[in-house]
């Protein structure tokens, strides 16, 4: 019997996420995939598996889940308020989330994308050889309330691990190096932006961030 993972309520932006598709940058379809691919490999550390299985993406904030069977959960990314049944649960670890139980994911407390990665992986049908959404190139959707997803078959029953805390989403320095384009520029315009002070916008997507 299949084992199902039901979306009972979903944030604004939920997508299911792997490593992306290579090698069709040539047809015009860029690789997509995990906006942070760090996280998919700490999901997949948490549960013993490979990180070629895909996730939920959330950006900004979660939803509600449940599922029909006992399964095995990891939460990584951004830091997201989550709870089973009201029971606050940890961040960057593993967690069993028992048949017909409630997890609740909020708002992110630090970054942006958060993953919600289950034991076996979400089994959704594959498009040119990845499970990952593309929206921009018209591949997948976004998840919706209703939403009930097929899981792959666990291989392990292993929970409790836990992982330390990232400095990934703290900030840091955005460095910048000549390429292709930087002499379409006058000396002027380059001393400008060099000297110039950026501050992160709140608008952004998958694609890029406002500065």
């Known amino acids: 019997m299949t084992v199902t993972l039901t979306i ?11 490593m992306g598709r290579p090698g069709w940058r040539a047809q015009g379809l860029t690789k997509g995939g995990a906006a942070d691919p760090v996280a998919v490999y700490e999901g997949a550390a948490l549960l ?3 990180p070629d ?6 950006t900004g904030t979660g939803g509600t889940f449940t599922a029909d069977a006992d399964i095995r ?3 990584t990314g951004a830091t997201m308020a989550a709870s089973i049944d009201g029971d606050a649960i940890v961040w960057n670890a593993s967690h069993m989330l028992p ?4 997890l609740t994911i909020g708002g992110t407390t630090g970054g942006t994308y958060g993953y919600l990665h289950v034991g076996g992986g979400i089994a959704s049908d594959t498009l040119l050889g990845a499970r990952a959404s593309h929206l921009s190139a018209g591949l997948g959707q976004p998840l919706a309330a209703g939403d009930a997803l097929p899981l792959g078959a666990d291989k392990s029953r292993e929970t409790g691990l836990q992982l330390p805390r990232d400095g990934r989403f703290d900030g840091g320095t955005v460095r910048v190096v000549a390429s292709m384009q930087t002499d379409h520029f006058t000396p002027e315009e380059r001393q400008r932006f060099e000297t110039t002070a950026f501050t992160r916008d709140p608008r952004a997507n998958r694609m890029g961030v406002r500065m």
């Open 48 to 50: 013993g598996q490979s």
């Open 73 to 75: 959960i990891a939460l």
């Open 53 to 58: 299985l895909a996730a939920i993406e959330m």
């Open 8 to 18: 009972a309520q979903a944030g604004p932006a939920l997508t299911i996420q792997d």
């Open 99 to 102: 048949a017909g139980a409630k």
